[in-house]
């Protein structure tokens, strides 16, 4: 209906995320493309608060934001991968037939979308604003939800233990 | 109102005034633009397909995760527009548990990954191909 600032909003950080999406994956260096993601994740997490999800968000910036790429700067840091021509990206034909597939993905995609959902929800729905705090959410998750959150945790433990048995010296 | 613009601008000569009344279109046309739900599933469309090409296209293992994560992150933005849109807040539960598996997914693929680097020393995916057949 009006030239709305969430208008503006969305197109300066929708472009903000596929511009630093298309950085990320065209840097050489490992570091670069991951300070580049963390600039994706911040423009993803402002779409989330422009969709009324403000528990999303604000967990996208402490988990992915905070802890993923702090454990992938980390992990870049400690192999120290100084030599870049051993990573040599070189153009051959399959790699163009994958970048062509992946825009006729995309395509697919979007006309799907497009079509499919056109003018069918014009505008968030008015309880939306309540579905995203972290009361509501909570107590989903520890009512409905609460089998699921168990086995997640059991799942974040079965990590932890993963990651320390493959990222060990020496099996003794 | 347009069309008489449009008279006015056919049969005018001026460039300038030809351009300002593009101008004042093109601005009516945007402010008839509202945000529905296609906008953030063509935004999250396009950033899942940015990640399938970085999956195909680059060699470096490191890089290959994180175009993982850029995918996961594409389909939260789609289920949260559907939770938002519809009212419906499982979507945004759903998101919750994606970014679990996520976390979990990526200690576990960083901890490969310096295991696979403390054996091979290198990263390029090409290289690393025992199991392939």
């Known amino acids: ?172 | 109102m347009n069309l008489w613009l449009f008279i006015l601008m056919l049969s005018s000569c001026d460039i300038r005034f030809i351009l300002l009344v593009l101008f004042l279109n093109l601005s009516l046309l945007l402010i008839n633009i509202m945000i529905d739900i296609n906008f953030y599933l063509i935004l999250s469309a396009i950033l899942f397909a940015i990640g399938v090409i970085g999956v195909l296209v680059r060699r470096n293992a490191i890089i290959i995760f994180m175009c993982i994560e850029l995918m996961l992150n594409a389909v939260n933005i789609s289920l949260v527009s559907f939770s938002s849109f519809l009212g419906n807040s499982s979507g945004q539960i759903f998101v919750f548990f994606v970014m679990t598996v996520a976390a979990a997914e990526a200690a576990i693929g960083l901890a490969i990954v310096i295991s696979l680097f403390r054996n091979k020393e290198t990263l390029n995916i090409d290289e690393i191909n025992i199991l392939k057949w």
């Open chain 1, 1 to 172: 209906m009006q030239f709305t600032l969430e208008f503006v909003l969305f197109v300066i950080f929708g472009l903000g995320a596929i511009a630093t999406a298309v950085l990320m994956i065209t840097r050489k260096n490992p570091i670069m493309s991951a300070i580049f993601l963390v600039v994706n994740f911040f423009t993803v997490a402002v779409i989330y608060l422009l969709l009324k999800a403000q528990f999303i968000a604000i967990i996208q910036v402490l988990v992915y934001m905070g802890a993923i790429m702090v454990l992938f700067l980390f992990v870049i840091m400690l192999l120290n991968l100084q030599d870049e021509k051993k990573l040599s990206e070189q153009f051959t034909y399959k790699k163009i037939t994958a970048v062509l597939l992946s825009i006729l993905l995309a395509m697919l995609l979007g006309t799907t979308f497009w079509f499919g959902f056109s003018g069918k929800y014009l505008r968030l729905a008015d309880t939306a604003e309540k579905l995203g705090t972290a009361e509501s959410l909570g107590k989903l998750l520890f009512t409905v939800y609460s089998f699921p959150v168990i086995a997640a945790g059991m799942l974040l433990l079965a990590g932890i233990v993963g990651a320390v048995v493959l990222a060990k010296k020496k099996f003794d």
